[in-house]
């Protein structure tokens, strides 16, 4: 069955350090990924997602992630990190197995910025 | 309004109650979903609504009831719920039939059972 990790359940950085968030998926052929972000009492917003062609994509708010088939991973990364980044990242997969469109979420990753 | 949105926000409600929550959709999408989300845990997926025939039950105990009258408005109806059930209930919505498979997300509702 298909699955995705998050190995980072809390990660901290200083403001304007970079970072990065792993993910790591399991399904044979090419993916459909999607990294969301969660801010405290909200709901999920789309960060990016990638489908097929160039491996490294762009989202909003300055991030960005690569996806490595030989690694079996798609991490987000963002060069300088800003106060307003603290939330709640999820990775997820498009579920190859069901019939829907349904998403297959890690996780999450929270990311907390010192000051 | 422009998105998904969903009413209540927070809902407290007691073992005995019943109460429903609310999604609407703005977005022209034609498919809907209803995620559960609990502390230390993934998402899990609880319905799936496709051109309002629900195509998708994961095992979800039957005091949960989802409705979805028309694309744009989804509902869950909810009674005799436990403690357990406490949790955020968040709403998407996708166009179905497309290539892109990106869900978009309400607010959630935040409920808790007493």
């Known amino acids: 069955a298909q699955s995705v990790t998050q190995p980072d359940i809390h990660i901290t950085v200083s403001e304007g350090a970079s970072l990065e968030l792993r993910c790591n998926y399991s399904?044979?052929?090419?993916?459909?990924l999607f990294w969301y972000v969660q801010s405290p009492g909200q709901g999920l917003q789309l960060l990016l997602k990638?489908?097929?062609?160039?491996?490294l994509v762009q989202g909003i708010k300055g991030f960005e992630a690569e996806f490595k088939r030989s690694q079996s991973s798609f991490n987000l990364r963002k060069p300088s990190v800003h106060w307003s980044d603290a939330a709640e990242y999820f990775c997820a997969v498009l579920n190859y197995g069901g019939s829907q469109g349904n998403l297959i979420f890690g996780k999450g990753t929270k990311l907390s910025v010192k000051p | 309004e422009t998105g998904v949105t969903q009413t209540p926000r927070h809902l407290v409600m007691g073992m005995t109650n019943k109460k429903s929550l609310k999604c609407e959709q703005h977005?022209?999408?034609?498919?809907m979903y209803w995620y559960k989300q609990s502390a230390k845990k993934p998402l899990e997926l609880m319905f799936v609504?496709?051109?309002?025939?629900?195509?998708e039950n994961n095992s979800v105990p039957s005091r949960f009831s989802p409705e979805c009258p028309n694309s744009s408005h989804l509902f869950l109806h909810l009674h005799t719920l436990q403690p357990e059930d406490s949790a955020l209930y968040l709403c998407?919505?996708?166009?179905?039939?497309?290539?892109?498979?990106?869900?978009?997300f309400g607010p959630g509702t935040r409920l808790t059972v007493t």
């Open positions: 399904y044979g052929a090419t993916p459909y």
């Open positions: 977005l022209g999408h034609n498919a």
């Open positions: 990638y489908f097929s062609g160039d491996t």
């Open positions: 998407a919505s996708r166009a179905a039939g497309r290539s892109s498979y990106e869900q978009y």
């Open positions: 609504y496709s051109l309002e025939e629900r195509v």
